[in-house]
């Protein structure tokens, strides 16, 4: 049951109606002293029959918020005396302000999709989607059923395809089917490309005979028509056929060409196939599909390479020029292509083998002409959606790193496109700033228009992304408004995506500032979030998952606060509440994406969490090795965070009685340290790889089982940490030059030091002596070792 609206003396925040797992029960003490305006935006929140009163309240709210604030500080300051109550009171009463102030953004929304959230997103399904049927309830695809008007059926269908696209198209039915094809892909531009050339043959004599047997019927003529004058509209075809005349078939030849470029140019932008595809097939099937795909995309880049070569050769030829001449000119310059690997061609794409033949025989030139191509262009930057949400992060940052230039060549859309991509695959690096640098330029190039509200909607909430991860909660929430502010000013009510992005803001915001009834409305916004989410977009399993695994934390956070007070009564209730949410998160991201996914060992890390402050230490153990293997495996880990779960894997043993128990972490963390030096850690953090060094050499001694045999080990370990701590020191400007990033001062943003720190000279000299110690020790078992073998058999130890 909904509670009704609040009398003004008695306002609180009621539950947001949230279905807890497990329980029907609501949460009845979920409150917080707030204005009686927000009091009612949150009802309307809560009963959409009362969402026809939240506006009246709302208008009367502006001045009922003054003199509330007015009278919630006198009565406060009453309780507190001295100017540490005050400033207090000031915080409570500027949080009950944000408070209000979101949830009256939030006062209309929509139990739908967020917009966006299907195929095609905002402009809906392209053409590669001709041929398929999409379930609304599961979010799944089907291939059309046959029609008895026509006789079409699947068969019919598959049998135009080649074997790899029938492969792919009934394997992944359920992905997309047709769609994922790229020979579904850019059919209207081949269409008038072909029939323009063929037009221009006819019109010069040359193969007039072909052309002639090739001609469209009345019908496909007219359908043909249609086709240009929809893309280029009538101002366009007008202009187009003034420039290349209008009644000679030479100029309608290339009024179609041109209509063929726009067509493949538009499509090409508005490319978003592959990443739309939900990957929730598991691991193996996951992979299996990301490998047709890069297959798909390596074919299309040697067709359309040929297609250019031959085109350029008939000129040439046609020219008096010699074509095997043309060709020699080709494989010769390819001596620039051996001296260094092309990342996409020879890295990204290496188990494709046509397209690593393509890379040796030709230059760079070429390879770039291959990738500036529209179809190709708009292709890699759809591929790296898909290494995106496969968490491939070295794989996307090879090509994003590729293309982004090219689309600074081509400039426009394109290059607002590659900056998003960029700041995208800069997140799941961790580097914050260069995010920051990617969007700030996208913003400044891109003036703000109403009837573009999507974009700035998307913009908005990746910029309060990024400030969320820099430690600006303010900022966050201001950037979080705005998208929100965009929809509705463009008449779009607020999404569950919305309401979300509103709880993690002020649950961020109310933990920094102190403010537990600030974060407990975080909460319940997640929690809503999710109970919409539920049936607006049943089969989005791992956006689900995210969605309760934030309201997992912000409940952890919630009853840490109370923990740091001595109320654990409280405390262990947050943290009971807290546990289904996250198991169900856990399970949603290994039966989607796999367990050794990034998503799921962030899951299972933060389920330990839970574990941890349940006093379930044999879980949270076990949660901890799964967390564990995929951060040491993972493309996109940083040091400091080996360093957190690795402390935390050392407590749970520890807790457990079981110090020995840690050797089964050691050959991840092997992998771990060898990943981290691959990707340059080592040299880019020094003093904060040395400081896990020492935590490692430390996991190692600990897990000795009494035979000494780890203590070479950790002695080797705690060596090439004295050796960075030197280097470090010896050049600290420098290094610290180099670890300024790429885009520190964006947005008057400080720059911040992520993950554990150590005072370097202090850790330096804390290894040394650990490294003379076990120095001492490891030449007494050499000496003890030698005096074995030359008696023969085991010493005596004393």
């Known amino acids: ?56 309240c709302l208008q009367s709210a502006r001045t009922a918020r003054l003199h509330g604030r007015v009278s919630n500080a006198c009565a406060r300051v009453r309780r507190h005396d001295g100017p540490e109550g005050v400033q207090l009171e000031t915080a409570e009463i500027e949080a009950d302000d944000r408070v209000a102030r979101s949830l009256e953004l939030l006062s209309d929304y929509s139990t739908e999709k967020h917009p966006g959230h299907r195929p095609g997103r905002f ?33 019919m269908v598959l049998a135009g395809l080649s074997e790899a696209d029938r492969s792919l198209v009934t394997k992944f039915e359920l992905r997309g089917g047709l769609a994922l094809a790229l020979s579904n892909a850019f059919r209207v531009p081949d269409r008038l490309r072909r029939e323009a050339m063929r037009v221009l043959r006819s019109s010069d004599g040359s193969g007039a005979d072909d052309a002639a047997e090739d001609a469209p019927s009345e019908e496909e003529s007219a359908v043909l028509a249609a086709e240009v004058a929809k893309i280029l509209g009538p101002a366009g075809v007008e202009f187009a056929s003034q420039v290349f005349g209008e009644n000679s078939p030479t100029g309608r030849g290339l009024v179609m060409l041109h209509a063929a470029n726009v067509s493949e140019e538009r499509e090409a932008l508005m490319r978003n196939v592959w990443s739309d595809i939900q990957f929730r097939g598991g691991d193996v099937s996951n992979a299996e599909l990301v490998s047709h ?49 092309d990342a996409i061609f020879n890295i990204a794409l290496r188990g494709c083998t046509n397209v690593a033949d393509l890379a040796q025989r030709l230059p760079k030139e070429e390879l770039d002409a291959t990738l500036l191509e529209p179809r190709n262009l708009g292709v890699a930057l759809d591929l790296v959606g898909v290494y995106l949400k496969n968490y491939e992060i070295d794989k996307a940052e090879l090509v994003i790193t590729r ?5 600074r060549q081509r400039g426009g859309t394109w290059l607002i496109k590659g900056l998003d991509k960029l700041s995208m695959v800069r997140m799941k690096q961790f580097r914050a700033y260069d995010a920051m640098a990617a969007l700030t330029e996208i913003e400044e190039v891109v003036p703000f228009s109403e009837p573009d509200w999507q974009f700035h909607d998307i ?109 654990d009564e409280d405390a262990q209730l947050w943290f009971v509440r807290a546990e289904p949410s996250l198991r169900e998160s856990y399970e949603l991201h290994t039966g989607a994406l796999g367990p050794l996914k990034p998503l799921s060992g962030w899951a299972a890390g933060t389920t330990a969490h839970c574990m941890a402050r349940l006093g379930k230490w044999e879980e949270c153990a076990e949660f901890l090795a799964l ?19 690795l402390s935390r894997v050392q407590e749970a043993q520890q807790m457990l009685g079981d110090p020995q128990g840690l050797a089964r972490y050691l050959d991840d963390l092997d992998l771990g340290l060898q990943g981290l030096r691959a990707r340059g850690w080592d040299r880019r953090e020094r003093d904060v790889f040395a400081l896990l060094l020492q935590r490692a050499a430390n996991v190692v001694l600990l897990s000795d089982d009494g035979s000494g045999k780890a ?30 990033p790429e885009g520190e001062g964006v947005r008057d943003v400080p720059h911040k030091e992520f993950g554990p720190r150590a005072d370097p000279e202090a850790l330096l000299q804390d290894v040394r002596n650990s490294v003379q110690y076990l120095g001492m020790v490891v030449q007494s078992v050499e000496a003890m070792e030698m005096c074995r073998q030359s008696k023969g058999g085991e010493p005596e130890l004393e």
Not at 3 to 13: D, E, H, Q, S, V
Not at 314 to 332: F, H, I, K, L, P
Not at 628 to 637: A, L, R
Request: aromatic letters at 6%; a negative charge; glycine letters at 8%.
């Open 1 to 56: 049951m909904l509670p009704a609206a609040t009398p003004r003396g008695t306002t609180c925040y009621a539950s947001l109606g949230r279905r807890t797992v497990g329980t029907s029960q609501h949460l009845p003490y979920i409150s917080t002293a707030c204005t009686w305006a927000s009091a009612a935006t949150a009802v309307a929140l809560l009963c959409p029959a009362a969402r026809s009163k939240t506006k009246a």
């Open 123 to 155: 402009a809906g399904p392209g053409p590669e989607y001709d041929g398929m049927v999409l379930d609304l309830a599961t979010g799944l695809w089907h291939l059309e059923a046959a029609e008895a008007a026509t006789g079409d059926t699947k068969t």
């Open 293 to 341: 795909l890069e297959r798909q995309f390596a074919n299309q880049l040697v067709a359309t390479t040929e297609t250019r070569l031959g085109t350029r050769a008939e000129e040439t030829e046609g020219a008096g020029a010699s074509n095997s001449s043309n060709e020699g000119d080709v494989v010769d310059g390819a001596a620039d292509a051996e001296e260094a690997d």
């Open 403 to 407: 293309v982004v230039p090219l689309c």
């Open 459 to 567: 913009l908005y909430r990746n910029l309060a992304w990024c400030y969320s991860v820099l430690g600006e909660p303010e900022r966050c929430l201001e950037y979080t408004r705005k998208s929100v502010e965009v929809k509705r000013d463009a008449g779009i009510p607020s999404s569950w995506f919305d309401i979300w992005d509103m709880g993690k803001s002020h649950a961020s915001l109310g933990q920094k500032m102190g403010q537990r009834k600030e974060m407990q409305v975080g909460y319940e916004l997640c929690m809503k979030a999710a109970e919409i989410h539920r049936s607006a977009e049943p089969g989005d399993f791992v956006m689900l998952a995210k969605v309760l695994s934030n309201a997992g934390e912000v409940a952890l956070g919630i009853g840490d606060t109370y923990e740091a007070e001595g109320n």
């Open 627 to 645: 967390a564990w293997k995929v951060e040491c495996t993972k493309d996109s880990t940083t040091t400091g965070a080996v360093i957190e779960l």
């Open 711 to 740: 203590i070479p080990r950790a002695f080797d370990l705690l060596r090439e940490a004295v050796n960075h701590l030197e280097i470090f020191l010896g050049s600290r400007r420098e290094q610290e030059l180099q670890r300024e």
